[in-house]
């Protein structure tokens, strides 16, 4: 057993669900066999707590890391920031500098506000909008964190998230009150939408959804939702947490010709350093003035700093074109293994965030089966994939080489009907479900 994984053990007694992200959660992986705790990460490296060191051709911190670990450029701007004191009785003037830069970067925007989280974000994006329009109701499609106006859809059917991305969500804790606040639809179908407006009328201030999660962006798609917005004065969101930072600087729907009221950034924004920002135009952000939307640690140093670094280097480096380029190397090997090995896996990410979707029957068994053998090679694998400025075309050589043989012992344990036999622990768990 590895060092972290009786620490793992202790920590499901003191800290309850084991850790403060799902998405890090050991079980989503390899049920008592992944090493949960990292001791150092530098690139795309990262060692466990006995010292192990393995690749990175998974998560990436969630997509948190697009220029790879403890990037030189991004930890000295952040040394000198902590040098200097990250916080003091005064504001940060360097909240002023990335406010610029990012109207700069989305030229239709007028304000910005921060925060640190992507969550936390959508919650303020959502709270201006709800405060801009006068209006309660909200229309939601993708996923948008764990608060109670997201979580809201869930009550009275927890089915309603289902598909938006995270299934079981549950939203125990939220005030039952809520119930029928926020309305779920599902991406590309505006008919959906059309009947919330139906039902809701003129309730419906709010409409948020992300651009693109997996597959291209449905442009006719989103052109309708903002017709929509348009047509009940409704406030439209774009949250793209997730999605900026992979294809363009800074938010996707800039490469389409799409406009929202508000734009959520986070996660790629301080490469490793919380920060996440809220733009929008400007008679929309003003209502944040009515509201109180307020928090001490959204006045520190360093996550300015980190994301105003981020943006220089993805401006010198060209990052976006290196993740196109390895994004379609990539693709090219998972393409030729499956297609060689008949194996029904296809890769329904953008080029930069590869997907795996496994259309095999025992999806689970085959994904648990992938972990636990990369592991062993020292990757740590996932179904996605967020490349970043610190891969390059020799890992991902690396990563096919290994993930070849491991794709071929499966498709052996299939074709014999014998593949649970390759299973050294239990099979990994898929969305929210309260550990035991
Ligand atoms: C589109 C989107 N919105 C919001 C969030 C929540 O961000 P965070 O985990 O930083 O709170 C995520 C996280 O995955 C996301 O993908």
Not at 109 to 115: A, D, H, N, P
Not at 150 to 163: H, V
Not at 396 to 409: E, P
């Amino acid at each position: 057993m590895f060092k972290s994984q009786g620490l793992y053990n202790r920590a499901k007694e003191i800290i309850p669900g084991g850790t403060q992200l799902l998405s890090k959660r050991p079980e989503i992986f390899l049920p008592d066999q992944w090493p949960s705790y990292f001791k150092k990460a530098k690139g795309v490296a990262i060692w466990d707590l006995d010292d192990r060191k393995y690749l990175d051709m998974g998560i990436m911190a969630i997509g948190a890391s697009p220029l790879g670990y403890a990037n030189p450029y991004v930890s000295k701007a952040v040394k000198k920031a902590i040098n200097k004191g990250c916080i003091s009785s005064l504001n940060s003037y360097e909240e002023i500098q990335l406010a610029e830069k990012l109207i700069e970067l989305h030229p239709h925007t007028e304000m910005v506000r921060f925060s640190r989280t992507g969550g936390e974000a959508d919650a303020i994006a959502v709270r201006i909008a709800r405060a801009a329009s006068g209006k309660a109701k909200v229309a939601v499609c993708g996923y948008h964190g764990w608060h109670d106006w997201y979580l809201a859809t869930n009550i009275g059917d927890s089915n309603n998230l289902k598909d938006l991305l995270l299934p079981g969500l549950s939203p125990v804790g939220v005030p039952t009150e809520l119930k029928g606040t926020t309305l779920p639809f599902h991406y590309g179908n505006i008919d959906e939408l059309q009947s919330i407006v139906a039902d809701c009328g003129k309730e419906l201030g709010v409409i948020v959804v992300e651009v693109q999660r997996y597959k291209e962006a449905n442009v006719p798609f989103l052109k309708k939702v903002r017709e929509i917005a348009n047509k009940l004065n409704a406030v439209l969101i774009f949250d793209e947490v997730s999605s900026s930072f992979r294809q363009t600087i800074g938010a996707i729907y800039k490469m389409y010709d799409l406009e929202p009221d508000i734009v959520v950034l986070g996660k790629a924004l301080g490469n490793g350093h919380p920060i996440s920002a809220i733009l929008g135009k400007r008679n929309v952000m003003e209502a944040a003035q009515d509201s109180f939307i307020s928090s001490s640690y959204w006045t520190e140093r360093v996550g300015f700093v980190a994301a105003l670094e981020t943006i220089d280097q993805f401006e010198i480096n060209n990052v976006v074109e290196y993740l196109r380029e390895l994004g379609n190397y990539l693709d090219a090997g998972f393409q030729k293994i499956f297609h060689e090995l008949k194996l029904s896996i296809k890769n329904i990410g953008m080029k930069p965030v590869p997907v795996l979707d496994i259309q095999e029957e025992n999806s689970l068994l085959i994904k648990t089966i992938f972990t636990q053998e990369m592991l062993k090679k020292r990757f740590l694998v996932s179904n996605i994939i967020y490349l970043s400025y610190a891969h390059n075309k020799k890992i991902i050589d690396l990563y096919l080489d290994a993930a070849y043989n491991v794709f071929l012992k499966i498709k052996s344990g299939l074709e014999k009907g014998n593949l649970n036999e390759q299973l050294r622990g239990a099979i990994c768990h898929s969305g929210f479900s309260r550990l035991t």
